[in-house]
Nanobody, 124 residues
Framework: QVQLVESGGGLVQAGGSLRLSCAASGRAFSSLPVGWFRQPPGKEREFVAGVNWSGRGEYYEDSVKGRFSISRDNAKSTVYLQMNSLKPEDTAIYYC?????????????????WGQGTQVTVSS
């Protein structure tokens, strides 16, 4: 079993930065791909970024490419999402999730373990 806890959300002005952390418990975590998803107010949940088990494969949704960076430290059982040049449209609840897969999926339904989410609010 894997449990995930996100942290690092908050209120930031447009153009600012935040770093989200996803801390995991469970031995299997280091072998699982991890994704960050977000759910803006009144909208569907969407894929933001994903990283494979080794950390050497990164995937991003088009709107965050060049601004967000995902990384992981398996020794600390933690995945990070560095978010720079934030925009008001990045406002959402951000979730991390882990999947019992051998690849990074962009579909939320493929993920088995989810955190509780952390709120990110970007003011204009």
């Amino acid at each position: 079993q894997v449990q995930l806890v996100e942290s690092g959300g908050g209120l930031v002005q447009a153009g600012g930065s935040l770093r989200l952390s996803c801390a995991a418990s469970g031995r299997a975590f280091s072998s699982l791909p991890v994704g960050w998803f977000r759910q803006p107010p009144g909208k569907e949940r969407e894929f933001v970024a994903g990283v494979n088990w080794s950390g050497r494969g990164e995937y991003y949704e088009d709107s965050v490419k060049g601004r967000f960076s995902i990384s992981r430290d398996n020794a600390k059982s933690t995945v990070y999402l560095q978010m720079n040049s934030l925009k008001p449209e990045d406002t959402a609840i951000y979730y991390c999730a882990a999947a019992r897969l051998s690849y990074v999926s962009t579909r939320g339904g493929d993920y088995n373990y989810w955190g509780q989410g952390t709120q990110v609010t970007v003011s204009s």
